[in-house]
């Protein structure tokens, strides 16, 4: 369903298992990301307002997934830590050029964010499955489920504001250019690392 074209290895699970401390702090700022990414969209492309109000939606779904993942932080004793930067968002973010057509950059950027929610939602499907703190799988599961709508709205958005071939070809292109990203990835406690 998702597309991917190269799953992730699922001996990343034991490396998460052995610094959970670390990939929720991780996760908590991917999910700062996410609400961020939406409250671009609607800065960037106002005069789209059924993604507008989408982007609400997920600003506010984004941030409240941020809390839940801060709890569960507080609960385990910790603190939030620090930010760090996602080498795969960085990596991934090259593919395609930078300007050109006002509809061509809002169609590159509801791709990267499509595919970063698959991304995010295959592993948090092996989280969901393989973690031995059962609580934490299942927190995991419910996410991955959200997850899945996210990327499947974003993809729908960019076929719909795009010409449908054109926009498929893309999707694969950059499909094949993130599986080459993550054969150098999957050695670290974080979502997409």
Known sequence: MLGLKLPTDP?????????IDEILTDHAFCEQKAASTAISLIVSFPEYPDLIQ?????????????KMVHDRILKRGKTLGRYRKD???????????????????????????ALIEARSCERFRLL??????????????????????H??????FARKYGNREEVDKKWGDLLAYE???????????????
């Open 179 to 193: 599986a080459e990203i993550m054969k150098d990835l999957g050695t670290s406690e974080t979502v997409h690392g």
């Open 54 to 66: 989408e982007m609400i939606a997920l600003s506010r779904e984004e941030m409240g997934h941020f």
């Open 87 to 113: 080498e795969y968002v960085l990596k991934l973010l090259k593919f395609f050029p930078s300007g050109g057509k006002r509809t061509d950059q809002l169609i590159h950027r509801l791709l990267y964010a």
């Open 128 to 149: 969901s499955e393989q973690l031995q703190d059962k609580d934490l799988a299942e927190f995991y599961r419910k996410l991955m489920i959200s997850e899945a709508g």
């Open 151 to 156: 990327y499947t709205m974003f993809l729908t």
């Open 11 to 19: 001996r990343w699970v034991n490396i998460v298992e052995k610094n």
